[in-house]
């Protein structure tokens, strides 16, 4: 699912009330939040997907994978739910690194992220992903016509068909954090949307 619309609309409004439901439940096991930063995550009491998932530059080349993948497993039990806030920054590789570590972690080979939940949350008119990588947004990614991709360009390929995949979609339009403002200040938020 992917939930979004500019800044102001409510996004983590909505997050909030989640978080509020699965505790008033006593579920929050089943609940988890993270963020592509530190920032975005502390936001929201969550973390970032990188420690949650143990995702690094060096993932594929510890010699604690096991270790890793088992940690993960751990951290991942009983979760029924991912909210992944801030998605413009994640680049269509790391969309695929973490299904990829999902799905090694839970053992399910055969579905996206391993068969778990994933709310992503965002705006695409915000940041985009670090470094220059390709974002989920891309129209670029995948379109080679040689016979050689490298491996990042076939991850990021996959990575932008798994975010193809998210076909569930909420847009929230109304700007609550302007609410009551003057005329004036009314017709600059206007322009600022059609923008």
Known sequence: MY?????????????????????????????????????????????????????????DKT?????????????????????????????????????????????????????????FAGDFAQLPPAMGKAPLYSGTVGTRTHSRMSVSDQESAIGMALWHQVTTVVILRQNMRQKGITEEDSKLQTALENM
């Not at 739910?81 to 055969?110: G, P, T, W």
Request: net charge neutral; hydrophobic share 40%.
């Open 3 to 59: 939930l979004g619309g500019m800044g102001g609309t409510g996004k983590s409004q909505v997050i909030k009330a989640l978080i509020r439901f699965f505790q008033e439940c006593n579920e929050m096991h089943r609940f988890l939040v993270v963020a592509p930063t530190g920032s975005a995550a502390a936001l929201l009491n969550g973390s970032t997907y990188h420690s949650v998932l143990e995702i690094n530059d060096n993932s």
């Open 63 to 119: 010699s604690n994978v096991i270790k890793n993948l088992s940690q993960v497993r751990a951290r991942l039990d009983g979760v029924d739910y991912i909210f992944l806030d801030e998605v413009s920054m994640l680049s269509c590789q790391d969309m695929y690194k973490i299904s990829c570590q999902i799905a090694k972690s839970l053992n399910v080979h055969d579905q996206a992220f391993g068969g778990m939940n994933m709310i």
